[in-house]
């Protein structure tokens, strides 16, 4: 299995956003106010307007009013604010939220970083992967880009390539690969949207237990080991 080593590459756990914010995080009332202000909410819209429109072309002549809905979040590197300030000004979150538009829901997600008192909103692979920015960002070149890259002489070439979608099709367990049981171990099924045609990836993946904070992966189902 290939290995990633980082402190975000595993999934953080993710936690409701209805509540109360981590209880650890200074100024954590002002960091609900943000998460729930109009601000923070059309950042949200129009990241998702975005992705589905112009990336993914979902949904190109809906006309009716869209609604974006914060489910989850993950707190990376805990936000601070300043006295007074609405926008924390330094943090690091990632943020999963609901797009619904024509009878029809999207799950995108964002990393969010806060410094030096200025908001980044990064896109994410949508729907419900449980991988961090890191390691997202290793998928991405080594798994999905040389995928998208053998498919050039039955498909064509392509520099249209992004990931539709993506599920978690087998929660996190312990399993036996290879003929030991490994701790915390799950699947991933992404969709990945290639000019005018798509293809499908299942990775299997697997915490390392002698380095913390390092992911074992391989692209195909765990069975397969």
């Not at 059309?42 to 993914?56: A, K, Q, S, T, V």
């Not at 799950?186 to 290639?194: A, L, M």
Request: some cysteine; hydrophobic content about 40%; overall charge negative.
């Amino acid at each position: 299995m290939r290995r990633y080593h980082s402190q975000l590459a595993a999934g953080a756990l993710m936690v409701c956003l209805v509540g109360s914010v981590n209880a650890a995080a200074p100024n954590s009332d002002a960091f609900e106010r943000y998460l729930t202000s109009k601000a923070y909410l059309d950042r949200l819209f129009e990241l998702g307007l975005y992705w589905d429109r112009d990336i993914l072309e979902r949904q190109t002549r809906c006309e009716t009013q869209y609604k974006v809905e914060p489910t989850r979040f993950a707190v990376l590197d805990t936000p601070l604010f300043e006295d007074g300030q609405v926008e924390p000004v330094r943090g690091i979150w990632r943020q999963r939220f609901a797009l619904e538009r024509c009878g029809e829901q999207a799950i995108y997600n964002v990393l969010v970083v806060a410094k030096d008192g200025r908001i980044q909103v990064q896109p994410q692979v949508p729907g419900e992967s449980r991988v961090g920015p890191l390691l997202l960002g290793d998928l991405l070149k080594e798994a999905v880009a040389v995928r998208s890259a053998q498919l050039t002489e039955a498909q064509g070439d392509c520099r249209q390539v992004a990931v539709a979608d993506t599920r978690v099709s087998r929660e996190p367990a312990d399993r036996e690969l290879a003929g030991q049981v490994a701790k915390g171990v799950w699947e991933e099924h992404w969709v990945v949207k290639r000019c005018e045609q798509s293809f499908t990836m299942d990775f299997c993946f697997k915490p390392n237990a002698k380095q913390a904070g390092a992911v074992d992966w391989v692209p195909r189902h765990c069975d397969e080991l």
